[in-house]
């Protein structure tokens, strides 16, 4: 089993509804990272956070610890959210610190 | 400021050669991490340093290693390449172990023949 976890791994949309993405993992973490990436490769960190509520525009993020479980809400989606969203757990090891990263979640909006 | 920068942004090598990959961070940021995304496993951790210093090294072969010069500019150099090397290598700095936010750089596509 993974150590980071998301759901669903597609997600296809019509443009203006709103989407969840969602996000297990089963480690001890410092913080959790949403980052999205476009085609040709690029990747942009959208939030980072260690407990409760963050927002960005029409993005929100939320994070459970004691459950172990984040959320990444798109209100009003538009086709120019299309990418892939991963989740990125930062934890701490003997031999320091490290991001492990969820599968991805590939995000279509249509118009 | 400039962003994170790699150079080259893509590369074609051939099996036994060895790369070096070059990330510039952001001005002022002193931590450098570098990862591997393939299709089949997804990104990965491969190193990070800090001031000079290799702080955590991920699962990878002996044959992934890197280094930090004093202007924080980080390398990283794949020796007798495989078919499996094949992959986008991002880094991302950090202004430093307490503040973690991640800048991630357009990457370095390697492809392995």
């Known amino acids: 089993k993974n150590e980071v976890e998301q759901s669903p791994q597609n997600l296809t949309a019509q443009e203006g509804e709103f989407i969840t993405i969602n996000c297990s993992y089963s480690?001890?973490?410092?913080?959790l990272h949403w980052l999205q990436q476009h085609p040709g490769g690029g990747i942009v960190s959208l939030f980072m956070?260690?407990?409760g509520k963050k927002k960005h525009g029409r993005l929100i993020a939320t994070i459970n610890i004691q459950e172990k479980h984040s959320s990444l809400h798109i209100t009003a989606s538009h086709p120019r959210d299309s990418a892939v969203y991963i989740c990125a757990v930062r934890s701490w090891q003997t031999s320091g610190s490290r991001l492990t990263f969820g599968e991805g979640t590939q995000l279509t909006v249509n118009p | 400021k400039a962003g994170v920068t790699q150079t080259p942004r893509y590369l074609i090598k051939t099996r036994g050669q060895q790369v070096t990959l070059s990330c510039s961070p952001i001005s002022g940021h002193r931590s450098v991490s570098w990862y591997q995304q393939t299709p089949g496993q997804g990104l990965q951790f491969l190193f990070e340093?800090?001031?000079?210093?290799?702080?955590n090294k991920g699962n990878f072969p002996g044959r992934f290693s890197g280094r930090q010069f004093s202007n924080s500019r980080s390398e990283m150099n794949v020796s007798t390449l495989e078919l499996g090397d094949s992959a986008l290598y991002l880094c991302?700095?950090?202004?430093?172990?307490?503040?973690?936010?991640?800048?991630f750089g357009p990457g370095t596509r390697l492809t392995v023949t």
């Open positions: 480690v001890g973490i410092s913080a």
């Open positions: 956070l260690s407990s």
């Open positions: 340093y800090f001031s000079e210093t290799q702080r």
């Open positions: 991302a700095s950090s202004p430093g172990q307490a503040r973690l936010e991640q800048y």
